[in-house]
DNA sequence: ACTGTCAATGGAACCGCTTCCACGGTCGCG
DNA sequence: CGCGACCGTGGAAGCGGTTCCATTGACAGT
């Protein structure tokens, strides 16, 4: 079934078809639809490569995540998914796990030929795979990390680590731990370290301490942050709360806690970051980043660039962090007044139940 | 950057750089040697498009997956991203949310233009696409879902329910509810049905009523759920345990039960199918199936078969269910003894931390 | 020394589509 | 009525690979 035997059919050429299969106004009504009629009777349908190798450009669209094991990937790729929905792109993924890994992928996407334009996620490429790819003109969007001259969808996490601190530090709290990512994690992710940076001014600025062993590192899983807080939970002097930097740690937070015989909110207040589906049903209090929305604008900047409805911009597109308190924060020592509740609510939303997944 | 570029620079002709990308034993060494150095030089990669249309097949599985915003197949998606991880194959994602969508994607994927091998989650394709597909020699495994002449990875959905409804029975719950996926719905997904059969019939083996209403259905998502529970709940005859066919759904009853005042699992008890993420965090008691391995076991089957270690085979591989008993149920009206639990736990597992994600 | 064989290689044909170019036929206009 | 413009169309070239086929040269056998 080639284009050959639509236009064989039709009694047509073969340019004629081309045309009418993409909408060339350069053909008789008569002919398109005489040759309409041979594609239906045919059943025949392009074939994407050939296409593909002809124009250049092959309708897919890529996306770049590490660890595709990570809920808040999963929340992004949702909104990309869904922003795809209805357009003529298909979505092809690339799974990363290592730096290397990560320039295989980068190097074979630098033409047009893999993929129409990138997504990358959370992972700050190498300034030169940026520069190579752009020089190639695929178009390209960050979501999560920043790169000079290329658009970004991104959080201020230093904003974030300060919103959550600030939030503990007005419930009354003065012990407050502080667990995040490695700060050399192979990948290059910042936003741990940005969000323990908004963590410290917060608490210096309140004229609080940051003992030694305050402030633990841990890789992104559940059971590391979980030993991790165990040890700061055991201190001498225990904080009356931790704020983690992001809820998968945060949960191994909460485990600790009951491991260690701890009531939250009572004996401890506990916050984290994101905001994944599980944190709603965890009761997390935690900074919500709109996962799924940073996907889908990440999709539609890259469609609009696609389909030509917009330049490439290489803007920062910046959005908004905002604190959902749910029932893992109190004031330390458990909530006492409903007045106290009220104080901190100033800068924060109340729980409302996210519906329909 | 083309092929020719890289034979001039090498002073040979383009065949035989083919023929050194390809492995191919025709060559000899210093000229390979030479090539190689060409290629490196340049930087050169291969144009997948062109390889593509020249061979034949494009180094693509095609994944086909109903909901992708549902949590079940989103950990079927990371068992297939970890099989692919390695091969050589890009993973093309395909999201279904309406018949309509569904048939214009398996028309596309008919050819192997589009992808060389196809996994199709929890759809029953229809029986015409899935005989093109066949016989337009494309690999295809069904996940979750069966159709003669093709190798399905599955589970036995009517063995689950009878395993949720009898651990129920054996607790002493004689008022047992059901709650599962609407039967006509209009992809054809009959996982709900085949476990409310095995509900049924376990209620009549055990010579329990099913009354009237007893039995709810609801689209696969908490909210729906949480309605149809609330009126169940609400029967003067209120049951004392809902087996829900999905865990999404039990979500959604333990919201209902909460909603309602009632404690679990004291005045009800509730288990749910499918052990997704959430559900360990939530203390659900579930039928667990192994998602993410059914994911990576049919990304292999299909590898195998791609890369001639295998010949397809229509066989049907069967994964076991497994129940696992958190706390959302105990016998009726509470935990009274431990040799209540040590009964009912003859066809369970108690909850073994899942870690490390 | 001559010939048959075979390994190494260059080059053409082909994969199926898009697009450019050229050509015939209308049509409008002077 | 004649000429140029332009529309509709067929066909060829090209996209960048793979693969087949033919050619060349080395080598072995007689």
């Known amino acids: 079934m080639t284009i050959a035997d639509v236009a064989?059919?039709?009694g047509v050429g073969a340019g004629t078809v081309s045309r009418v299969l993409n909408n060339s106004p350069r053909v008789s009504p008569t002919t398109r639809a005489r040759v309409l009629a041979a594609i239906e009777a045919l059943d025949y349908r392009p074939n994407p490569l050939a296409q593909g190798l002809s124009r250049g450009r092959c309708q897919t669209l890529g996306v770049v995540v590490p660890f595709f094991t990570h809920a808040s990937a999963i929340e992004r790729l949702r909104g990309i998914v869904a922003a795809l929905d209805?357009?003529?792109y298909d979505l092809v993924l690339?799974?990363?796990?290592s730096p290397v890994h990560r320039d295989e992928h980068l190097a074979t996407l630098t033409r047009r030929d893999r993929a129409d334009g990138l997504i990358v996620m959370s992972l700050p490429p190498p300034p030169a795979s940026i520069e190579r790819i752009v020089r190639a003109g695929v178009p390209i969007v960050l979501v999560d990390a920043r790169a000079p001259g290329v658009p970004t969808v991104v959080t201020d996490d230093v904003e974030g680590g300060?919103?959550?601190t600030r939030y503990l530090v007005e419930?009354?709290?003065?012990r407050i731990a502080f667990i995040g990512d490695d700060h050399d994690n192979p990948l290059g992710f910042v936003a741990g370290r940005e969000r323990e940076q908004g963590y410290r001014e917060t608490m210096a600025a309140a004229g609080l301490a940051v003992p030694d062993g305050y402030v633990g590192h841990a890789p992104h899983v559940r059971g590391a942050a979980r030993e991790v807080a165990a040890r700061i939970l055991d201190r001498p002097d225990r904080p009356t709360a931790v704020f983690a930097s992001s809820d998968s740690q945060a949960?191994?937070?909460l485990e600790a806690a009951r491991a260690a015989g701890l009531a939250v909110p009572e004996d401890l207040s506990v916050v984290g970051f994101d905001d994944i589906e599980v944190s709603g049903y965890a009761g997390l209090t935690t900074v919500r980043q709109p996962l799924y929305e940073s996907g889908r604008l990440a999709?539609?900047?890259?469609?609009?660039v696609l389909e030509g409805r917009a330049e490439p911009e290489p803007r920062e597109h910046r959005l908004e962090l905002e604190l959902v308190?749910?029932?893992?924060t109190s004031p330390p020592g458990g909530r006492t007044s409903v007045a106290g509740r009220g104080r901190a609510g100033g800068h924060s939303v109340r729980d409302r139940v996210s519906e329909e997944r």
């Open 8 to 10: 064989a059919h039709a």
């Open 86 to 88: 209805g357009s003529r």
């Open 94 to 97: 690339f799974n990363v796990e």
């Open 162 to 164: 300060r919103l959550a």
């Open 171 to 174: 419930l009354g709290h003065e």
């Open 251 to 253: 949960l191994g937070v």
């Open 299 to 304: 999709a539609r900047l890259l469609l609009d």
């Open 325 to 328: 308190e749910r029932t893992t």
